[in-house]
């Protein structure tokens, strides 16, 4: 493996009750590659974004940034050092423009993340970028149309554009896939190779869709009950024995 990863887990370890949801995780996320995150419902894949940008601490472990111990870094400094992410479902801030959202994209979830990586590291030329985003989404909007007049599908495209504003090095994306139609599906993964290829971002996505992971991950890890069980390239994980047992014999079948 050539050149430093740009994100870095090790040993990371996250418990809640009875549930160990992070086992002993270790995995590198490189600059300029898209990185799969896959495994069953319940895995502890959500579970490992939460703890990369910093809304839930560790038990074991350490987390590194840019070879930057940032185990113990709030979650708002993470976000201005360049951990950026989307969610599963998008977070905007409701009864409000689309200009707004994308300028103060306020994640209301953890507290002023994006507001802060928005301030810290403001992008030069804001609405040319946007504009060439949107070329790459495949749609349009008046940047004064409230959030809510947006379709489900371009709300989610608009999460990840909004990430990339906030200029990230790495970006956690959690299931983009989801709700979107096939054309949108291919926008989004138009949007994550733009940002892996030009941007040299590094990318951790999690995707049950078989045909987005295995068509833009260079690198693929899978865990099952919080554990890591394969690691390595889409043609590796897809003829890994285990794999099949434990997720995609039934990802294929369902
Ligand atoms: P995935 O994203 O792979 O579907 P999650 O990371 O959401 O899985 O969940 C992993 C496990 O941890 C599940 O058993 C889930 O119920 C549990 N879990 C996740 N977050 C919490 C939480 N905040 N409190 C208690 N249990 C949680
Ligand atoms: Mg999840």
């Known amino acids: 493996m050539t050149g430093k990863p740009i994100l870095r887990l090790d040993d990371v370890s996250?418990?809640?009750?009875?549930?160990?949801?992070?086992?002993?995780?270790t995995f590198s996320v490189f600059p300029g590659r898209i990185h799969g995150l896959i495994g069953p419902n319940g895995a502890g894949k959500s579970t490992l974004m939460n703890l990369i940008s910093g809304i839930y601490r560790p038990d074991g472990g350490r987390i590194y940034f840019d070879g930057r111990d940032v185990t113990d870094a709030p979650s708002h400094k993470r976000a201005v050092m360049g951990i950026g992410r989307t969610f599963?479902?998008?977070?905007?801030?409701?009864?409000?423009?689309?200009?707004?959202?994308?300028l103060l994209g306020a994640d209301l979830g953890s507290g002023y993340g994006y507001t802060a990586?928005?301030?810290?590291?403001?992008?030069?030329?804001?609405?040319?970028?946007?504009?060439?985003?949107?070329e790459i989404a495949?749609?349009?909007?008046?940047?004064?149309?409230?959030?809510?007049s947006l379709p489900y599908g371009q709300r989610?495209?608009?999460?990840?554009i909004r990430s990339l504003l906030g200029a990230p090095r790495v970006m956690l994306v959690d299931e983009p896939a989801a709700g979107l139609n096939s054309?949108?599906?291919?926008?989004?993964?138009?949007l994550l190779d733009f940002a892996a290829k030009e941007k040299n971002i590094g990318i951790l996505l999690i995707e049950h869709s078989m045909d987005?992971?295995?068509?833009?991950?260079?690198?693929?890890?899978?865990?099952?009950?919080?554990?890591?069980?394969a690691a390595g390239t889409p043609?590796?994980?897809?003829?890994?024995?285990?794999?099949?047992?434990?997720?995609?014999?039934?990802?294929?079948?369902?």
């Not at 987005?212 to 069980?229: E, S």
């Open 14 to 25: 996250k418990r809640f009750g009875g549930v160990v949801a992070a086992d002993e995780v």
């Open 183 to 190: 054309r949108e599906i291919e926008n989004a993964m138009g």
């Open 156 to 160: 989610k495209l608009l999460e990840i």
């Open 235 to 254: 043609a590796e994980i897809q003829s890994n024995e285990d794999v099949i047992v434990a997720y995609l014999g039934r990802n294929l079948e369902a």
């Open 138 to 148: 495949g749609f349009t909007f008046e940047w004064e149309d409230d959030i809510s």
């Open 212 to 229: 987005m992971i295995m068509n833009i991950c260079r690198d693929i890890v899978v865990i099952n009950f919080g554990r890591v069980i």
């Open 88 to 102: 599963q479902t998008p977070r905007f801030l409701q009864r409000s423009s689309i200009r707004d959202n994308l």
């Open 117 to 134: 990586s928005f301030f810290g590291r403001k992008v030069t030329g804001f609405e040319d970028y946007v504009e060439q985003l949107l």
